[in-house]
Each structure stands twice: as structure tokens, then as C-alpha cells.
């Protein structure tokens, strides 16, 4: 393994990443992919292309990361090196194998694992038919390359673009229904299994390089599968592969123990083995000869020149790959080479590589900033950019504004950084890391006692740094810094950098710039685009200030200064945190508070022994006291002074049991957490474990639920008498109240301690049901995760989707779509999503479901269609859009009633216009009374309808099948005076008869509208007509039913 250029880096580099270039149509490759060649895209059938379509659409969504370029970063091997391990018995035994293996490479750092990797992937691995490969490689400090998914994804990326026949319908359907698919690793875990087994004929090679980099969950996640996987018989009926290298880590070594025993399929291939080790040291000479002859070409040495470097180099035994990049690095960067200095160098080459780094950074104009920019690219959060390093580098106490900072341009602080720490540091696309994860290990000072007696040790490297940067001293000016010697190897401790970073971070914070409030509606986004550094500031000062332990004065007194919340004005810099974690902005927020969320000592203390604040005061958004937001952070210190009691009169002591907007308690919140130290100090001062919140939970249940061994085992020593409670019901209780009010935290907390997905409440109604009910996406999402029951039915019959269509939850409904839910579910009535959807106006969903194809006229157990459902109830803006989609406008239910029918009887004006202007049967009857649409307009006192049908030619003498009435003589008998007035002004019959002879005059006097009777009488009604059974008149009616005024009124209309 070996490098051929001369600014890059194997698994130990942090090099460049390269432009990604977005080729489209017929060309090369995808962006970030591996592929050569074209691409060529033939005329296909419209289905073909659809199919085409949906590929493309996963293909973009798995092209998560630039894994092309960051391969590419390690050089392309030296020929002659890399053939112990591709000629190795067991890698070719590995690699002709027809059954599902793993092979894992390990070797020391510097050994070239990564260029291995990289020859494998470009050239190897691939070179045989019916394979197929992808890759990924890790590297620690680069965000885009530490997680799982995001190497599966790359992987998969690679995988389904050379062999589209693995990215199948189903899997293809999996991406489109789950749309966090490429976050979760099991579920694209399941993907890589079900593509594997789909084919018998292809072998699927997954290469992972650099595996101990890769974040602690990740491994985890990975190591856990593999075992699953390659301890499967099933695996024999599949060929997939994994090839991983990393470091000899203990936790990987155990992970991986099970699968290495006997007969199992993983094999172990260790370069720190003797014979692999002497095959590696012949190959680093041959990799040393090539470097030596590309030095000679550049530096144009003589041919005796660079055989003294030859043979000097390769004399040095037990040498790496990283050793001879460094080593001769620093050799090719004497100015004025020639013989002499050759000689001079070689004479005394650094033994290890922890030598080289020393020499390097020795060689540091300005070892005071070089040791401080190392303080801060060892220390932070994330790795800085340029720009964040210049202003790190920067700012002093004397800057007060930010336009008072003079930066420099991103070329010339490359260049001090350069000149501070020489190849230590690497630039890619514009971030600063250090060279290679060992440079980390070499400068940091490790968790252990100092190594006594050694002071003779020590001046010797003093004497022979000393000596060595005499041999290469150079004509720029040094400061009286560099002059001295220093030993650079474990000489940074953390909690110093920590405390360097944490400064820099408050000073910027506490420019002018940065004190005010924002305004209401800035674009934080913009904002840290603007300001550099503000972004990184806010997000991980407190980190840093937690972790560096400084108590100084001046600090103390900043902290103080940063927190306070002048005249209740919130400082700039906590609005932009707020912002990072996308939650509501918790308006109301005091300094206490802001100490207590932060665990910010000084600033607890400070407000407290002023004693002008209020310590059980509450935020505007969530009700949360300093002592709530302590213990769900774990802010053990902060907990003990508010809950302390003191001899000063004035100080209150904190309400330990403290209710927030949703009635939970601080004890609630740190068990949630798992907060265990916490806990315990909050049940020492006398937390309450049976207060229930909103949900219905108490802090004991929480204990219970939370699969917290340490967190329950303090609990229960409280002594509850509850404790025995079944842990499956109060699983199930919390699971369904908090799906129900959408707390995410609980039903996460649940669902990790095994709670029944399904479970069901006294209504049938699963969790996933109660929370579509109530429109809550976010656990929606999450229970669909989780493999929740996406058709399950409660006692109505109703799914979730019907439930979430019922209320309208245009998101929930669309997510529960993409995860393929039965869009024409019917519950106990009958009635689909769509129809609920319909029924209560809920435009948008009824949209959603039309662009899915739903059954627009189907019939509920009634006979009514979702359209009629709409009109029944007036909902114009889905009549509508039912109307513009071709909706069955004239079709009828049980009762023979057809929407119009069911929208005049309602009173819906606007509905029964867009009916008549679609020219419906404006004279339908129903089955059961056969009463039109005027009729039941009038029976139900609508005037706007009635007048509205009289307007388009209704028979106003309709009668209905069972009584005989007419519309006039509805309205009458049901005392709506306004619609009699209008039917009698367009004439209609005022003495008309019924079944029973019974005129509309009969009928409001024998009810006792007195109005009525009296409009009926004005307009000539017939006060002596009588009915056919008993021969009543209106006037003997009222008088039997007791209306009075009624019988005063007709008598007065009988008096001559």
C-alpha cells in the first residue's frame, strides 16, 4: 500500500474533497458514484418509464454523501504494493466463495488499510462478472462519514445504480411508503437482506473501510445485524458479502467474537501477524523507492542523492506507511536541498511516527498559536472553517462589535495555518481537521497518571528536537516562541482546550451585536450565514464551559453578563440556540431559567443570592420552572441550590413538585431522561411519585415504563403500594393517552421498553388510530417506524386513516397514504375515509384522496355516497370540487333521497345553486314520504331555499305520498310564518287539502302558531273548512289543544 501523490493521505489522511459534479442524460456517472463509462437511457414503454421514474426518485433520495470523492481522498496504490493481501490464501477464499461471508482486515494505524480499501474497491473487487460492490469509508472527524445509514445508503446507492434489477417494485415501494427510510438502519437493513435474496445468480460485496471509525451506536447497529445475519442458515441460500477493516478495537473484537468461532462465516484476516507484517515492511520499501524517485523529480536530485535517501529511509526498521509520508514530507521541504542536508537529515530520521509529529510541529513559527489552534481543532464540537478559525484566532478582549474584527481572507489564513502547524493540519472544502485520527491520539494527554523518573527522557527529546530543527531552519523570521523547545506528544489536555474554546465563545457572544432581541421575523439561517462563528458559538459554548470546569472570576462574571435578560430583552445568541433544536421558542425564559437549562453554576448562584427572582416562576410556553429544566437536563449542582434550605430569611426554596403546561413535575422529567443522580436527589427532598400529568402517567409509572434499571431501583424505595401494577397495563394506559395528545417523548420512551404497539383502549382504538384521530405526525410517523397496525380496527370499524380523514389531518392522512393504508376501508356504517372526509368538509383530504384514486361514489350501509354526505351538510367547497370530478350527482339513498333532497331539507342555499345549476331533478321524492325538495325546504322553515327553488320552477303544489300536504301547508303546520308568506305571494293554494282533509289554516291552529294563523286569515283562508274525520274546524281544534290566543284570534275573524 502506498502513495503517489504527494498531498494526499491513506486511511491516515483527511484529504480533499473534490467538486461533485451533477451529470445528467446520457454521460458518465452519478454524482459522488463509481461507475465508468456512460450511461445510456433507451426508448421505453410509458410503464417502463414510470418504472424508470420511481427508480431515479430512490436512486436521488440514497445520494446522501459524496462517497466517490471521499474515497478518492487516499491515494491510488504504488504498483508492487497491496499484493500480500489480494495473493493472501484466505482473501481468495474468501473471494471465490458462493455462500454469504465476512472478512475482516485489521492492521496497526499507518499500515495503509485505507489505500487497500481503495485499491480493492477501483480495481479488484470488481473486476469479476455477476458482482456487484459498494462502498464506504468512515473517517471520524468528517461529519458525512461516521454514521451507518448514511454508508448504507451509499452503498445501496451504488448497488441499485449498477444492478437496477436488485432496486425491485417492493423495494421501490418500501422508499415511497416510508419516507424517513434512509435515517433508519434496520429498515434499510431489511432493504440489503431483501435485495440479496431476490437474486440467486448475483454476489452483493459490501466494503466498509475504517470501521472503528464509525460512530459507537453505528457499530453497534452493524455488528449486532452481521451476527444475525451470518448466523442464519438462511444465508446460505444467498451470496452477500461484507469486507471490513478497521483497527484491532477491543469493542469491534468482541462484537464480532461469536461469528469468528468454528464453521462460522467470518474470517479474520490480521496484518500485525509475523508473515503479514514482513510482506507489508517489503512493500513500504517499495513504496519508499517510488516516493524517493517522484522527491528526486521534483527536487531534480542526482542520482547519488537519491540513493543516500533511499537507502536511509528503508534502513530504519518497523516503519509504516504514515512514517514514510511524514518522514520524507519533512525532508522534501528543506530549502536549499543538496547532499550535504540530505546527509544531515537522514542522518537522524525519526524513529516513529510520534517523532515525526513532534519534529513537525517543532518547526511551528509561533508555538504559542500553533498550541492554541490545536486547543481548538482537538477541542471542538465540529470541525471549524476557515473563517470560524480566523475569528477564533482572532478576537481579544479589546473587540466590543463584531464589524470591529478585521478578518482575513480564506487563502491567507490557509497559509498561517500552514506555516503554524505545517502537515498536522489538512483543509478540506474549506474545514480544518487533523491529519490522521493518530496526530488526535499523539497531542491529547491520556486519562492516566504521569510516567515518573523520565526527566532524562525528556531532555533528551528537548535536545534532539533542538538539534533537528537546527538542520532545517529556514530563512523565516521565528518567533522568540518557536525558539524554545517544546514536547509536543500528549501535551494538550482537553479540559484546557475546552476552557480556550469556551472563552473565545462567550467573548463573541458578548459583543454588542449579539445582546439586543432579534427581530420577530428574521431569518436565523441568514443571520449565522452573516455573522461567522454565531452559529457555532451558540450551539456549543455550554459544552465547552461545562467541560473545561472554570471557575475563575472573570468568567464567572461573564456567564453572569451573558445570561442576564436586561429589562426582560432575550439576548440574540439564545434565540439563534433555540432555533437549532426546532422546537417553540419558550418566551418568558428568566436568567435563572437560562442557568438551570444550561447547568450554569455561577448564573444560578448569582440570581439566587441577589434574591430579586422569583425561582419558581415559569416559562410562557411550556410552564417549566429553572428546577424542571435542571432535571430533565441532569444538572445535578444546579438541583442542590435550588432545593437547598438556607438561613437567609428571604430565600424560598424551589417547589420541588412544581407542575409545567402539561402537569408534569421535575421528578417526571428526570426519570424520563434518566437522569439517575437526579432522581435521586429530587425524592431525597421530598418529590411526590404518585402526581399524575395530562396523560394520566405519574413519575412512579415512568420508573416503571422507562427500562431504566438504576432509575427504578431509586424509586421503588419510596415504598408505593402501586409498584406491583402490571407493567404491560400501564404501558398500554400511558402508550394510548400519550399517542392521543401527541407526545412523542412518551411514546418513544415507551416504545424502547417493549410497550404493545397495538394495544387497544376501551373503544378498540389502537395508539395509532387515537393519535391519527387527533392529527399528530410526528407519532404517527413514529408508531409507522415501529410496524403500528396501519389498518387496524376500533368497535366503529373505523381504521386509523378513517379517523384521521374524519378530522381532517391532511398530513397524517398523506403519510398514512405513502405507508399504504387502505384508502376504501369501511367501517360498521359503511362509510370509506372518503366519505367521513366528505361528510365534515374536509377539502384538502377529500383533494388528496381524489389524487389517489378513491371510490368517489361509493355508498355507505344508507346508500349514501360521499357526495351526498357533502351536500347534506353544506360543505360548498367539496360539493365543489365532487362536482368538478364527476361525481353521480342524481344518485339515491336508502330513502330514495338525493343529495339535493338532503341539502334543501338542511337549508344548505349555497349547495341546492350549484345542484339546480347542474340540473338535477329539482321535483325528486323520496321512498319513504315522497316529499320533494320544496316540500322539505318548507317542512324545515328555509326560506332562502324555498325561495331559491320557487325561483327555478318547483311545483309549489307538490304533495307528499303519505299525508297529502303541500309545502305551504308543511311550513303552517310547523309555524315558519316568513316561508308561508313567500309561498302564499306565489300563489299557492291557501285552502289546499290534505290526506285527512286538513287545510294549512288547520294545521297552525291546531299547533297554536298565532302568527301564522293570523297571515293565513289575512290572506282569505278558509276559517269553516273541516277535516274528513271528525269534522274539526281550525278554530274547535285550537280550542281542544288549548291555544288561546289562537281561538281569540279566529273567533275574531268568525264575528260578523
Not at 421498553?753 to 392529527?775: H, V
Not at 301564522?1012 to 273541516?1026: G, P, Q, Y
Given at each position: 500500500?502506498?502513495?503517489?501523490?504527494?498531498?494526499?493521505?491513506?486511511?491516515?489522511?483527511?484529504?480533499?474533497?473534490?467538486?461533485?459534479?451533477?451529470?445528467?442524460?446520457?454521460?458518465?456517472?452519478?454524482?459522488?458514484?463509481?461507475?465508468?463509462?456512460?450511461?445510456?437511457?433507451?426508448?421505453?414503454?410509458?410503464?417502463?418509464?414510470?418504472?424508470?421514474?420511481?427508480?431515479?426518485?430512490?436512486?436521488?433520495?440514497?445520494?446522501?454523501?459524496?462517497?466517490?470523492?471521499?474515497?478518492?481522498?487516499?491515494?491510488?496504490?504504488?504498483?508492487?504494493?497491496?499484493?500480500?493481501?489480494?495473493t493472501h490464501p484466505t482473501f481468495r477464499a474468501w473471494q471465490e466463495t458462493q455462500t454469504s461471508q465476512m472478512l475482516w482486515v485489521t492492521a496497526d494505524p499507518g499500515c495503509g488499510k485505507s489505500v487497500l480499501a481503495k485499491y480493492l474497491a477501483d480495481s479488484v473487487?470488481?473486476?469479476?462478472?455477476?458482482?456487484?460492490?459498494?462502498?464506504?469509508?468512515?473517517?471520524?472527524?468528517?461529519?458525512?462519514?461516521?454514521?451507518?445509514?448514511?454508508?448504507?445508503?451509499?452503498?445501496?446507492?451504488?448497488?441499485?445504480?449498477?444492478?437496477?434489477?436488485?432496486?425491485?417494485?417492493?423495494?421501490?415501494?418500501?422508499?415511497?411508503?416510508?419516507?424517513?427510510?434512509?435515517?433508519?438502519?434496520?429498515?434499510?437493513?431489511?432493504?440489503?437482506?431483501?435485495?440479496?435474496?431476490?437474486?440467486?445468480?448475483?454476489?452483493?460485496?459490501?466494503?466498509?473501510?475504517?470501521?472503528?471509525?464509525?460512530?459507537?451506536?453505528?457499530?453497534?447497529?452493524?455488528?449486532?445485524?452481521?451476527?444475525?445475519?451470518?448466523?442464519?442458515?438462511?444465508?446460505?441460500?444467498?451470496?452477500?458479502?461484507?469486507?471490513?477493516?478497521?483497527?484491532?478495537?477491543?469493542?469491534?473484537?468482541?462484537?464480532?467474537?461469536?461469528?469468528?468461532?468454528?464453521?462460522?462465516?467470518?474470517?479474520?484476516?490480521?496484518?500485525?501477524?509475523?508473515?503479514?507484517?514482513?510482506?507489508?515492511?517489503?512493500?513500504?520499501?517499495?513504496?519508499?523507492?517510488?516516493?524517493?524517485?517522484?522527491?528526486?523529480?521534483?527536487?531534480?536530485?542526482?542520482?547519488?542523492?537519491?540513493?543516500?535517501?533511499?537507502?536511509?529511509?528503508?534502513?530504519?526498521?518497523?516503519?509504516?506507511?504514515?512514517?514514510?509520508?511524514?518522514?520524507?514530507?519533512?525532508?522534501?521541504?528543506?530549502?536549499?536541498?543538496?547532499?550535504?542536508?540530505?546527509?544531515?537529515?537522514?542522518?537522524?530520521?525519526?524513529?516513529?511516527?510520534?517523532?515525526?509529529?513532534?519534529?513537525?510541529?517543532?518547526?511551528?513559527?509561533?508555538?504559542?498559536?500553533?498550541?492554541?489552534?490545536?486547543?481548538?481543532?482537538?477541542?471542538?464540537?465540529?470541525?471549524?472553517?476557515?473563517?470560524?478559525?480566523?475569528?477564533?484566532?482572532?478576537?481579544?478582549?479589546?473587540?466590543?462589535?463584531?464589524?470591529?474584527?478585521?478578518?482575513?481572507?480564506?487563502?491567507?489564513?490557509?497559509?498561517?495555518?500552514?506555516?503554524?502547524?505545517?502537515?498536522?493540519?489538512?483543509?478540506?472544502?474549506?474545514?480544518?481537521?487533523?491529519?490522521?485520527?493518530?496526530?488526535?491520539?499523539?497531542?491529547?494527554?491520556?486519562?492516566?497518571?504521569?510516567?515518573?523518573?523520565?526527566?532524562?527522557?525528556?531532555?533528551?527529546?528537548?535536545?534532539?528536537?533542538?538539534?533537528?530543527?537546527?538542520?532545517?531552519?529556514?530563512?523565516?523570521?521565528?518567533?522568540?516562541?518557536?525558539?524554545?523547545?517544546?514536547?509536543?506528544?500528549?501535551?494538550?489536555?482537553?479540559?484546557?482546550?475546552?476552557?480556550?474554546?469556551?472563552?473565545?465563545?462567550?467573548?463573541?457572544?458578548?459583543?454588542?451585536?449579539?445582546?439586543?432581541?432579534?427581530?420577530?421575523?428574521?431569518?436565523?439561517?441568514?443571520?449565522?450565514?452573516?455573522?461567522?462563528?454565531?452559529?457555532?458559538?451558540?450551539?456549543?459554548?455550554?459544552?465547552?464551559?461545562?467541560?473545561?470546569?472554570?471557575?475563575?472570576?472573570?468568567?464567572?462574571?461573564?456567564?453572569?453578563?451573558?445570561?442576564?435578560?436586561?429589562?426582560?430583552?432575550?439576548?440574540?445568541?439564545?434565540?439563534?440556540?433555540?432555533?437549532?433544536?426546532?422546537?417553540?421558542?419558550?418566551?418568558?425564559?428568566?436568567?435563572?431559567?437560562?442557568?438551570?437549562?444550561?447547568?450554569?453554576?455561577?448564573?444560578?448562584?448569582?440570581?439566587?443570592?441577589?434574591?430579586?427572582?422569583?425561582?419558581?416562576?415559569?416559562?410562557?410556553?411550556?410552564?417549566?420552572?429553572?428546577?424542571?429544566?435542571?432535571?430533565?437536563?441532569?444538572?445535578?449542582?444546579?438541583?442542590?441550590?435550588?432545593?437547598?434550605?438556607?438561613?437567609?430569611?428571604?430565600?424560598?426554596?424551589?417547589?420541588?413538585?412544581?407542575?409545567?403546561?402539561?402537569?408534569?413535575?421535575?421528578?417526571?422529567?428526570?426519570?424520563?431522561?434518566?437522569?439517575?443522580?437526579?432522581?435521586?436527589?429530587?425524592?431525597?427532598?421530598?418529590?411526590?411519585?404518585?402526581?399524575?400529568?395530562?396523560?394520566?402517567?405519574?413519575?412512579?409509572?415512568?420508573?416503571?415504563?422507562?427500562?431504566?434499571?438504576?432509575?427504578?431501583?431509586?424509586?421503588?424505595?419510596?415504598?408505593?403500594?402501586?409498584?406491583?401494577?402490571?407493567?404491560?397495563?400501564?404501558?398500554?394506559?400511558?402508550?394510548?393517552?400519550?399517542?392521543?395528545?401527541?407526545?412523542?417523548?412518551?411514546?418513544?420512551?415507551?416504545?424502547?421498553?417493549?410497550?404493545?404497539?397495538?394495544?387497544?383502549?376501551?373503544?378498540?382504538?389502537?395508539?395509532?388510530?387515537?393519535?391519527?384521530?387527533?392529527?399528530?405526525?410526528?407519532?404517527?410517523?413514529?408508531?409507522?417506524?415501529?410496524?403500528?397496525?396501519?389498518?387496524?380496527?376500533?368497535?366503529?370499524?373505523?381504521?386509523?386513516?378513517?379517523?384521521?380523514?374524519?378530522?381532517?389531518?391532511?398530513?397524517?392522512?398523506?403519510?398514512?397514504?405513502?405507508?399504504?393504508?387502505?384508502?376504501?376501508?369501511?367501517?360498521?356504517?359503511?362509510?370509506?375515509?372518503?366519505?367521513?372526509?366528505?361528510?365534515?368538509?374536509?377539502?384538502?383530504?377529500?383533494?388528496?384522496?381524489?389524487?389517489?384514486?378513491?371510490?368517489?361514489?361509493?355508498?355507505?350501509?344508507?346508500?349514501?355516497?360521499?357526495?351526498?354526505?357533502?351536500?347534506?351538510?353544506?360543505?360548498?367547497?367539496?360539493?365543489?370540487?365532487?362536482?368538478?370530478?364527476?361525481?353521480?350527482?342524481?344518485?339515491?339513498?336508502?330513502?330514495?333521497?338525493?343529495?339535493?333532497?338532503?341539502?334543501?331539507?338542511?337549508?344548505?342555499?349555497?349547495?341546492?345553486?350549484?345542484?339546480?345549476?347542474?340540473?338535477?331533478?329539482?321535483?325528486?321524492?323520496?321512498?319513504?314520504?315522497?316529499?320533494?325538495?320544496?316540500?322539505?325546504?318548507?317542512?324545515?322553515?328555509?326560506?332562502?331555499?324555498?325561495?331559491?327553488?320557487?325561483?327555478?320552477?318547483?311545483?309549489?303544489?307538490?304533495?307528499?305520498?303519505?299525508?297529502?300536504?303541500?309545502?305551504?301547508?308543511?311550513?303552517?303546520?310547523?309555524?315558519?310564518?316568513?316561508?308561508?308568506?313567500?309561498?302564499?305571494?306565489?300563489?299557492?293554494?291557501?285552502?289546499?287539502?290534505?290526506?285527512?282533509?286538513?287545510?294549512?289554516?288547520?294545521?297552525?291552529?291546531?299547533?297554536?302558531?298565532?302568527?301564522?294563523?293570523?297571515?293565513?286569515?289575512?290572506?282569505?283562508?278558509?276559517?269553516?273548512?273541516?277535516?274528513n274525520t271528525f269534522s274539526q274546524t281550525p278554530l274547535s281544534r285550537a280550542a281542544r289543544n288549548g291555544h288561546e290566543a289562537v281561538v281569540r284570534l279566529v273567533s275574531r275573524y268568525k264575528s260578523p
Amino acid at each position: 500500500m502506498s502513495f503517489t501523490n504527494d498531498h494526499g493521505s491513506g486511511d491516515m489522511f483527511n484529504s480533499h474533497m473534490s467538486t461533485q459534479n451533477n451529470n445528467t442524460g446520457n454521460g458518465n456517472q452519478f454524482p459522488g458514484s463509481n461507475f465508468p463509462g456512460t450511461v445510456n437511457f433507451y426508448q421505453s414503454t410509458q410503464n417502463e418509464r414510470s418504472l424508470q421514474s420511481r427508480q431515479m426518485d430512490v436512486l436521488k433520495r440514497l445520494n446522501v454523501s459524496k462517497y466517490r470523492d471521499q474515497k478518492d481522498r487516499n491515494p491510488v496504490r504504488v504498483r508492487g504494493t497491496c499484493d500480500w493481501f489480494v495473493t493472501h490464501p484466505t482473501f481468495r477464499a474468501w473471494q471465490e466463495t458462493q455462500t454469504s461471508q465476512m472478512l475482516w482486515v485489521t492492521a496497526d494505524p499507518g499500515c495503509g488499510k485505507s489505500v487497500l480499501a481503495k485499491y480493492l474497491a477501483d480495481s479488484v473487487l470488481t473486476s469479476h462478472a455477476g458482482r456487484t460492490v459498494g462502498y464506504f469509508f468512515f473517517k471520524d472527524d468528517f461529519e458525512d462519514q461516521r454514521s451507518i445509514v448514511k454508508a448504507l445508503c451509499c452503498i445501496f446507492h451504488q448497488l441499485f445504480y449498477q444492478n437496477r434489477d436488485l432496486l425491485t417494485a417492493h423495494i421501490i415501494e418500501q422508499f415511497e411508503m416510508d419516507e424517513r427510510i434512509v435515517d433508519s438502519f434496520g429498515s434499510l437493513w431489511n432493504v440489503l437482506i431483501s435485495a440479496a435474496k431476490q437474486t440467486d445468480t448475483t454476489e452483493i460485496i459490501c466494503l466498509l473501510d475504517a470501521f472503528d471509525e464509525c460512530e459507537p451506536d453505528g457499530r453497534s447497529q452493524l455488528t449486532v445485524a452481521l451476527e444475525r445475519l451470518y448466523t442464519d442458515e438462511s444465508r446460505h441460500n444467498f451470496n452477500l458479502k461484507f469486507l471490513i477493516t478497521s483497527r484491532l478495537y477491543g469493542d469491534i473484537r468482541q462484537g464480532f467474537q461469536p461469528m469468528q468461532m468454528e464453521g462460522q462465516p467470518l474470517i479474520h484476516l490480521s496484518g500485525e501477524g509475523t508473515e503479514e507484517m514482513e510482506d507489508i515492511s517489503r512493500e513500504i520499501k517499495t513504496f519508499i523507492k517510488a516516493r524517493v524517485e517522484t522527491i528526486g523529480a521534483r527536487l531534480k536530485l542526482t542520482e547519488e542523492e537519491k540513493s543516500i535517501l533511499l537507502k536511509s529511509v528503508t534502513r530504519v526498521p518497523n516503519t509504516t506507511y504514515l512514517w514514510v509520508y511524514l518522514t520524507l514530507n519533512l525532508i522534501e521541504n528543506i530549502k536549499d536541498i543538496d547532499k550535504t542536508r540530505i546527509l544531515d537529515a537522514t542522518s537522524d530520521l525519526p524513529k516513529t511516527v510520534d517523532d515525526a509529529y513532534e519534529r513537525i510541529l517543532s518547526r511551528s513559527e509561533d508555538c504559542q498559536k500553533a498550541r492554541k489552534l490545536l486547543h481548538i481543532v482537538v477541542g471542538a464540537t465540529r470541525p471549524l472553517t476557515l473563517q470560524e478559525m480566523n475569528l477564533a484566532l482572532i478576537l481579544s478582549e479589546k473587540h466590543q462589535s463584531y464589524r470591529e474584527l478585521e478578518l482575513r481572507s480564506e487563502d491567507r489564513i490557509r497559509e498561517n495555518i500552514r506555516d503554524l502547524c505545517g502537515l498536522f493540519i489538512t483543509v478540506v472544502e474549506g474545514k480544518i481537521y487533523l491529519l490522521h485520527q493518530t496526530a488526535r491520539e499523539f497531542l491529547i494527554e491520556k486519562n492516566k497518571p504521569p510516567i515518573q523518573g523520565n526527566t532524562s527522557d525528556s531532555k533528551l527529546r528537548v535536545l534532539h528536537n533542538a538539534a533537528w530543527r537546527n538542520r532545517f531552519r529556514d530563512t523565516h523570521k521565528r518567533s522568540n516562541d518557536s525558539i524554545q523547545s517544546l514536547s509536543w506528544k500528549h501535551s494538550l489536555k482537553l479540559q484546557e482546550s475546552h476552557q480556550i474554546i469556551s472563552r473565545i465563545c462567550i467573548k463573541y457572544l458578548l459583543l454588542s451585536d449579539f445582546r439586543k432581541t432579534l427581530p420577530r421575523r428574521i431569518d436565523i439561517g441568514e443571520l449565522t450565514n452573516t455573522y461567522i462563528f454565531l452559529d457555532y458559538s451558540t450551539r456549543s459554548w455550554a459544552t465547552h464551559f461545562l467541560e473545561a470546569n472554570d471557575d475563575t472570576d472573570n468568567m464567572k462574571q461573564s456567564l453572569v453578563t451573558l445570561c442576564d435578560l436586561i429589562e426582560d430583552c432575550c439576548p440574540a445568541w439564545f434565540q439563534v440556540y433555540w432555533a437549532s433544536l426546532g422546537t417553540k421558542f419558550p418566551t418568558g425564559f428568566n436568567s435563572l431559567m437560562i442557568g438551570a437549562y444550561f447547568g450554569l453554576i455561577p448564573v444560578v448562584q448569582h440570581w439566587i443570592e441577589m434574591g430579586k427572582t422569583d425561582v419558581d416562576a415559569e416559562d410562557d410556553i411550556y410552564g417549566r420552572s429553572a428546577l424542571s429544566w435542571a432535571s430533565g437536563n441532569g444538572h445535578t449542582t444546579v438541583i442542590k441550590l435550588l432545593i437547598k434550605r438556607s438561613y437567609r430569611t428571604w430565600w424560598k426554596m424551589a417547589r420541588v413538585d412544581a407542575r409545567d403546561r402539561h402537569n408534569r413535575t421535575p421528578l417526571s422529567w428526570a426519570i424520563i431522561n434518566g437522569q439517575v443522580e437526579a432522581v435521586s436527589l429530587l425524592l431525597k427532598a421530598g418529590a411526590v411519585i404518585d402526581l399524575k400529568d395530562d396523560i394520566g402517567g405519574t413519575p412512579l409509572e415512568y420508573a416503571i415504563c422507562s427500562g431504566n434499571n438504576e432509575v427504578w431501583n431509586i424509586v421503588k424505595k419510596k415504598g408505593s403500594q402501586n409498584h406491583h401494577l402490571s407493567i404491560d397495563k400501564i404501558q398500554t394506559r400511558l402508550l394510548i393517552s400519550a399517542a392521543r395528545k401527541g407526545n412523542e417523548a412518551i411514546v418513544t420512551l415507551l416504545l424502547e421498553n417493549n410497550a404493545d404497539i397495538d394495544s387497544r383502549d376501551e373503544n378498540g382504538q389502537t395508539p395509532l388510530s387515537c393519535t391519527a384521530e387527533n392529527g399528530h405526525e410526528a407519532v404517527v410517523r413514529l408508531l409507522l417506524e415501529n410496524k403500528a397496525d396501519i389498518d387496524s380496527r376500533d368497535e366503529n370499524g373505523q381504521t386509523p386513516f378513517s379517523r384521521a380523514a374524519e378530522n381532517g389531518h391532511e398530513a397524517v392522512v398523506r403519510l398514512l397514504l405513502e405507508n399504504k393504508a387502505d384508502i376504501d376501508s369501511r367501517d360498521e356504517n359503511g362509510q370509506t375515509p372518503f366519505s367521513r372526509a366528505a361528510e365534515n368538509g374536509h377539502e384538502a383530504v377529500v383533494r388528496l384522496l381524489l389524487e389517489n384514486k378513491a371510490d368517489i361514489d361509493s355508498r355507505d350501509e344508507n346508500g349514501q355516497t360521499p357526495f351526498s354526505r357533502a351536500a347534506e351538510n353544506g360543505h360548498e367547497a367539496v360539493v365543489r370540487l365532487l362536482l368538478e370530478n364527476k361525481a353521480d350527482i342524481e344518485l339515491r339513498d336508502r330513502n330514495g333521497q338525493t343529495s339535493l333532497s338532503r341539502a334543501a331539507k338542511n337549508g344548505h342555499k349555497v349547495v341546492v345553486r350549484l345542484l339546480l345549476e347542474h340540473s338535477v331533478d329539482i321535483e325528486s321524492t323520496d321512498n319513504m314520504f315522497g316529499q320533494t325538495p320544496l316540500s322539505w325546504a318548507a317542512r324545515n322553515g328555509h326560506e332562502a331555499v324555498v325561495r331559491l327553488l320557487l325561483e327555478n320552477k318547483a311545483d309549489i303544489e307538490s304533495t307528499d305520498n303519505i299525508f297529502g300536504r303541500t309545502p305551504l301547508s308543511w311550513a303552517a303546520g310547523n309555524g315558519y310564518e316568513a316561508v308561508v308568506r313567500l309561498l302564499l305571494e306565489n300563489k299557492a293554494d291557501i285552502d289546499s287539502r290534505d290526506e285527512n282533509g286538513q287545510t294549512p289554516l288547520f294545521w297552525a291552529a291546531e299547533n297554536g302558531y298565532e302568527t301564522v294563523v293570523r297571515l293565513l286569515l289575512e290572506n282569505k283562508a278558509d276559517i269553516e273548512s273541516t277535516d274528513n274525520t271528525f269534522s274539526q274546524t281550525p278554530l274547535s281544534r285550537a280550542a281542544r289543544n288549548g291555544h288561546e290566543a289562537v281561538v281569540r284570534l279566529v273567533s275574531r275573524y268568525k264575528s260578523p
